[in-house]
């Protein structure tokens, strides 16, 4: 079977590692990346099946992030990963597949990238 | 003959330094009730121009009425003889007579007291009437009067007062206008009043008259001044509102910073410790608690910095001199500064100082200065401070590595640290507190050239 690609967008290390690790458990294949830009790019390089992205980051923010990369791939699934909540209200988010509260229960995450992954 | 030349020399001599005497002393004050006492005291002085008694009129043209201001001098022949009797006994010089402090006579005394409950109705007097006449042809009358002359020249509200005496009345003039009358007698002892004793009389009511009126513009002017500083005052406390204002929505702003990415750390650490218990691998158990602990650490900074964020502390505006906050922050760094060679200039005025709460504006500098440490190795820190189209302009400028110029727009965005250790918070922080009192901050950085930080203060004051 081959395994499934996500790609986290997150610009702090240890939270990077803590997903990555965690998905790699579940047999996905993870990429890290630190910002919109770099996520731009790796998508239009890279096969990928689900981004988990961050709202808060330098340089390129997740809401524009999120635009850019709809634009590209109209179709891949998006999940929105923040310690914000209020960006929920904002309809931008609304194109996102997902919109999660970062929390210390990381199967929360997990179970909704399974989810989503095996209805596609 | 030779011995009457000689006397009226003498007398008129005498006048002249009373007149001198009189017009010094009221020049020299604007408070007018003094005015009036010098004038009055001056008139009536035994020695000086002799008369017996002497008042002051004024006159409201709005109203066309003539009301009594002050008086001084004896009501009737018994506080005649006291009065002068012990005016005698005190044997004293005319400047000590003129700053003699009258009031507490004047207020037992009956002539004063009925002078000032004097309203004369000028609608009421007829054309020959002397008040009505000062006032109209705004000339000097001196006369003799008896009683029943009294009676049809003078206001009925006079009758009390009189004696059959000779009178003077004088205009009292502003430069603008007649202001009010005054009126003399020879009351009780009848010295008569000569041509140079009326001369005398009227050059002082001229001084009288300029007195009061630069008297009168020195209160207003005073009350003008009175309000401006109430105006001053009144938008002092108007701009501290306004900071406060914008202090709570930076409040604001800042904890909903501050709560959100208390979350990222928590929720990492909580995700490895729950790696932690499933985990039998002990150097993963390790690596994941030494991550743990990590952001821990990364908690602590958070809160550290958010209750010593001073935003949250109550408001304590105060005249802080800026070398003097410099200089201490400076001492705090004395130790890293030497060990990296980092010479500091300082180029500000002992006498530049600024309104702001002492804890924000270290808050501040502190940053600023930290973070121009922190990106050199040997090299200079410039610090210096003017004043800038009415903005105080504060620059912090280090010959360190500089910022790539892709990064320099986001330098002020919370959480933007190049960093390994530190929050990415000072910029931020900093931008905030001088927006809060409503300046500005910029920043000119060439990459391996060094860095110049900006901050504008509007000028209270």
Same mark, same amino acid.
């Given at each position: ?120 | ?197 009326? +001369? /005398?009389?009227?050059?002082?009511? !001229?001084?009288?008259?300029?007195? %009061? $009126?630069?008297?009168?513009? #020195?209160?207003? &002017? *005073? ?98 001199? +800026? /070398?003097?906050?410099?200089?201490? !922050?400076?001492?705090?760094?004395? %130790? $890293?500064?030497?060990?990296? #060679?980092?010479? &500091? *200039? ?71 640290s190049t960093k390994n250790e530190g929050l990415g918070l000072g910029l931020f922080i900093v931008s905030n507190l001088v927006e809060s009192y409503g300046g500005k901050l910029e920043i000119e950085s060439v990459e391996k050239k060094g860095t110049k930080v900006k901050i504008y203060f509007p000028i209270i004051n």
């Amino acid at each position: 079977m081959i395994k499934k690609k996500i790609l986290i967008v997150e610009d702090v290390i240890n939270e990077q590692i803590l997903y990555k690790e965690e998905l790699e458990k579940e047999g996905f294949e993870v990429s890290c990346v630190s910002n919109g830009i770099e996520a731009i790019e790796f998508v239009e390089k890279n096969l990928c099946d689900l981004v988990i992205l961050d709202l808060h980051m330098p340089k390129m923010d997740g809401i524009e992030t999120l635009g850019k990369l709809l634009t590209k791939k109209r179709n891949l699934p998006i999940v929105i990963y923040t310690a914000y909540p209020q960006y929920r209200e904002q309809f931008l988010t609304w194109a996102a597949d997902a919109y999660l509260i970062k929390n210390s229960d990381i199967d929360l995450l997990k179970n909704k990238v399974k989810d989503i992954l095996s209805e596609k | 003959m030779v011995k009457t030349i000689e006397e009226k020399c003498r007398l008129l001599n005498y006048q002249l330094y009373l007149l001198h005497t009189i017009s010094k002393t009221i020049k020299e004050t604007f408070n007018e009730n003094r005015i009036l006492n010098v004038i009055l005291t001056g008139l009536t002085a035994n020695g000086a121009i002799g008369l017996s008694r002497a008042a002051v009129f004024y006159y409201d043209r709005d109203k066309n009425i003539i009301y009594g201001r002050k008086g001084i001098g004896p009501f009737d022949n018994e506080e005649a003889y006291k009065i002068w009797s012990e005016l005698s006994k005190k044997n004293i010089s005319l400047e000590e007579y003129l700053s003699y402090n009258l009031e507490k006579e004047l207020a037992t005394q009956k002539f004063p007291q009925t002078i000032r409950k004097i309203v004369i109705n000028l609608d009421e007097l007829n054309e020959e009437n002397y008040f009505k006449r000062v006032i109209k042809e705004k000339q000097i009358f001196h006369m003799y009067m008896d009683n029943k002359q009294a009676s049809i020249y003078l206001p009925k509200e006079i009758e009390t007062i009189f004696i059959p005496s000779e009178i003077v009345l004088l205009p009292l003039y502003s430069s603008k206008d007649i202001i009010g009358i005054i009126m003399a007698d020879n009351a009780f002892h009848f010295h008569p009043i000569d041509e140079s004793t009326l +001369l /005398l009389i009227s050059l002082i009511s !001229i001084q009288t008259g300029i007195a %009061l $009126e630069n008297a009168n513009n #020195y209160n207003i &002017v *005073q009350k003008q001044l009175e309000e401006l500083k109430e105006l001053h005052s009144a938008m002092e406390s108007m701009q501290e509102e306004l900071v406060k204002k914008e202090k709570l929505s930076t409040i604001g702003k800042m904890a909903s910073y501050f709560i959100h990415e208390i979350k990222n750390p928590l929720a990492t650490a909580g995700g490895f410790v729950k790696r932690i218990l499933e985990s039998n691998d002990i150097s993963s158990i390790h690596r994941d608690a030494d991550i743990v602990l990590k952001e821990i650490k990364k908690l602590e900074q958070i809160l550290n910095k958010f209750s010593n964020f001073t935003l949250l502390t109550p408001m304590k505006i105060e005249k802080i001199s +800026l /070398l003097d906050i410099v200089k201490e !922050i400076l001492d705090t760094f004395e %130790l $890293e500064l030497s060990k990296k #060679y980092i010479d &500091v *200039q300082i180029d500000i005025q002992q006498n530049i100082s600024l309104k702001a709460e002492k804890v924000q504006l270290y808050e501040i500098l502190f940053n600023l200065i930290s973070n121009a440490i922190e990106n050199m190795e040997r090299g200079t820190i410039k610090i210096s401070a003017e004043v800038e189209n009415s903005l105080l302009k504060i620059s912090v400028e280090d010959t360190g590595k500089g910022i790539p110029k892709e990064n320099i727009p986001y330098v002020i965005e919370p959480f933007f640290s190049t960093k390994n250790e530190g929050l990415g918070l000072g910029l931020f922080i900093v931008s905030n507190l001088v927006e809060s009192y409503g300046g500005k901050l910029e920043i000119e950085s060439v990459e391996k050239k060094g860095t110049k930080v900006k901050i504008y203060f509007p000028i209270i004051n």
